[in-house]
C-alpha cells in the first residue's frame, strides 16, 4: 500500500508535521511526501490514502491572498526566517482541487498556534 503526504507550509511547521505523519506510516505503507508545489495526477494516483495539510490563515486554509500578506510579512528582516520555497504559487487547496476526483482514504490536519490538530480519517465509499 501506498500514502501520500501533501503539505503547504509557510516557515516549515506543516512541512515537519507533513514529514513526523509519513515517518509514522511507514509501518504500514510506502510513503511519500512533497509540497503543494510538488503534487501531481501522476503522483497521487493509485495510492492508498492521501493526507494533506498545512497552515490556518484567518482561520481557514490559506487562499492567494493571505498567502501574499505571510510571504510579505517574511520579508521583513526582523520577522524571523524565510519563507519555503513555492509558497507564492498555488497552494494546497488549489492544487489538490486541480487533480479531480481521487478514489482514496485521505486525513488532513493544520498547524496553529496552539498546536497540531489532526482530522479523523474519512471512511472509505
Keep these: ?3 501520500v503526504t501533501v503539505y ?3 516557515l ?3 512541512h515537519a508535521a507533513a514529514e513526523a505523519i509519513g515517518d509514522g506510516l511507514e509501518v504500514d505503507y510506502e510513503v511519500e511526501v512533497t509540497s503543494a ?3 501531481t495526477r501522476e503522483l497521487v494516483e493509485g495510492a492508498s490514502l ?4 498545512g497552515p490556518t490563515r484567518v482561520r481557514s486554509m490559506s487562499r ?7 510571504v510579505a510579512g517574511t520579508r521583513n528582516p526582523t520577522s524571523g526566517p524565510a519563507p519555503e520555497r513555492g509558497v507564492e504559487g498555488p497552494g ?3 492544487r489538490i482541487t486541480s ?3 481521487l478514489d482514496a482514504r485521505a486525513a488532513a490536519f493544520d498547524t496553529r498556534l496552539d498546536g497540531l490538530a489532526l482530522c479523523r480519517v474519512a471512511p472509505r465509499r
Design 37 to 39: 508545489a510538488g503534487v
Design 99 to 101: 487533480l479531480g476526483h
Design 50 to 53: 492521501l493526507v494533506v495539510g
Design 1 to 3: 500500500m501506498r500514502a
Design 92 to 94: 494546497l487547496a488549489e
Design 64 to 70: 492567494p491572498r493571505t498567502r501574499r500578506r505571510a
Design 8 to 10: 503547504e507550509s509557510m
Design 12 to 14: 516549515g511547521n506543516a
